[in-house]
T-cell receptor, first 118, second 114 residues
């Protein structure tokens, strides 16, 4: 079974400092990895994904994430945080198997509240 | 994302009542999903559909049923609502044909069962 762990319920960062939101995963096949952001009273917005290729992927709003296969991690990063980045962030994984089969849909972590302090 | 709409946006209902949540999309995607979000638990998959004739149970399907009326419409029903079904419900779509497995979410329906 696939799973995602976001070890921090909340991350506090001063505006202008770099930020990291951690994510580790477990799958049987190949991981397809995603980050989403949720603002209050809103749906989830797609930020970025790793399917294959370069381990460092860039996404919306200046965010990036690094896929590390040996550590089964996919941490979200941004060089300089903005107050407007404050939101709930979700990491998600899809267990992709070339042979097909298995359930579709994403498995989500529990979410990390990112708070950027002015 | 305005391409995926959900109705109603908020609903309060009583235990034992039947309720339907509706989802429509204009993205032309074949795959549609229903998730529920509970505080501290993230999102969990209820049902998913590859197309009109292919519907599958997700992680937490007990107490729920779905109907895929057309490519663009996917409804979630609670036949007899109970208080622990109080949650935020999201519909999502995806189009893996282009190698794009990310999902696009609607704005959510906040359901309260009293």
């Amino acid at each position: 079974a696939q799973s995602v762990a976001q070890p921090e319920d909340q991350v506090n960062v001063a505006e202008g400092n770099p930020l990291t939101v951690k994510c580790t995963y477990s799958v049987s096949g190949n991981p397809y990895l995603f980050w989403y952001v949720q603002y209050p009273n809103r749906g989830l917005q797609f930020l970025l994904k790793y399917i294959t290729g370069d381990n460092l992927v860039k996404g919306s709003y200046g965010f990036e994430a690094e896929f590390n296969k040996s550590q089964t991690s996919f941490h979200l990063k941004k060089p300089s945080a903005l107050v407007s980045d404050s939101a709930l962030y979700f990491c998600a994984v899809r267990d992709h198997r070339e042979s097909g089969g298995g359930a579709d849909g994403l498995t989500f972590g529990k979410g990390t509240h990112l708070i950027i302090q002015p | 994302d305005a391409d995926v709409t959900q109705t109603p946006r908020n609903r309060i209902t009583k235990t034992g009542k039947r309720i339907m949540l509706e989802c429509s999309q204009t993205k032309g995607h074949d795959r549609m999903y229903w998730y529920r979000q509970d505080p501290g638990l993230g999102l969990r998959l209820i049902y998913y559909s590859f197309d009109v004739k292919d519907i599958n149970k997700g992680e937490i399907s007990d107490g729920y049923s779905v109907s895929r009326q057309a490519q663009a419409k996917f409804s979630l029903s609670l036949e007899s609502a109970i208080p622990n079904q109080t949650a935020l419900y999201f519909c999502a779509t995806s189009d893996p044909r282009a190698g794009a497995y990310e999902q696009y979410f609607g704005p959510g329906t906040r359901l309260t069962v009293t």
